[in-house]
């Protein structure tokens, strides 16, 4: 059964050693000590944990249509280039930065610019872009 550490925890989870070891010593992920008493945090705890604290970061806004699209990733528009047809929108969903070109109507549709909530999701090679509230 794989085990990490607790900064490779943090790393896993995007937050600090400190909140692993607090979540460890608060029973929400299974620990044990290693033969030289470092703490190890059993791999399938840190999978179900992860998952659990990711359910709910991609909601379907009220109204809004299902999805089969699987790959999200929620995160905050960062840079908008448009020309007069199509656009690049960046979103950075914790530490990773999404790229995709889209129709400068669907920026303009969706009222994607730097500073707005958004999602990527991501089907093959495609990148799809919602925002939450929008129509769908």
């Given at each position: 059964?794989?085990?990490?550490?607790?900064?490779?925890?943090?790393?896993?989870?995007?937050?600090?050693p400190e909140t692993v070891?607090?979540?460890?010593?608060?029973?929400h992920l299974a620990m044990d000590r290693s033969s030289s008493g470092n703490r190890l945090i059993d791999g399938?705890?840190?999978?179900?944990?992860?998952t659990e604290r990711a359910a709910g970061?991609?909601?379907?806004?009220?109204?809004g249509a299902l999805t089969s699209v699987r790959n999200?990733?929620?995160?905050?528009?960062?840079?908008?280039?448009?020309?007069?047809?199509v656009a690049q929108v960046e979103i950075q969903s914790g530490p990773h930065r999404l790229v995709s070109l889209i129709s400068r109507e669907s920026v303009e549709e969706l009222g994607l610019e730097v500073g707005v909530l958004a999602t990527a999701r991501v089907k093959s090679t495609n990148v799809h872009i919602d925002r939450p509230g929008s129509p769908a």
């Open positions: 059964m794989p085990s990490y550490s607790i900064g490779q925890a943090a790393q896993l989870l995007a937050v600090s070891r607090r979540w460890a010593d608060g029973g399938v705890s840190l999978a179900a944990f992860a970061l991609h909601p379907v806004p009220e109204g999200s990733f929620a995160g905050i528009v960062t840079a908008v280039t448009m020309d007069d047809i």
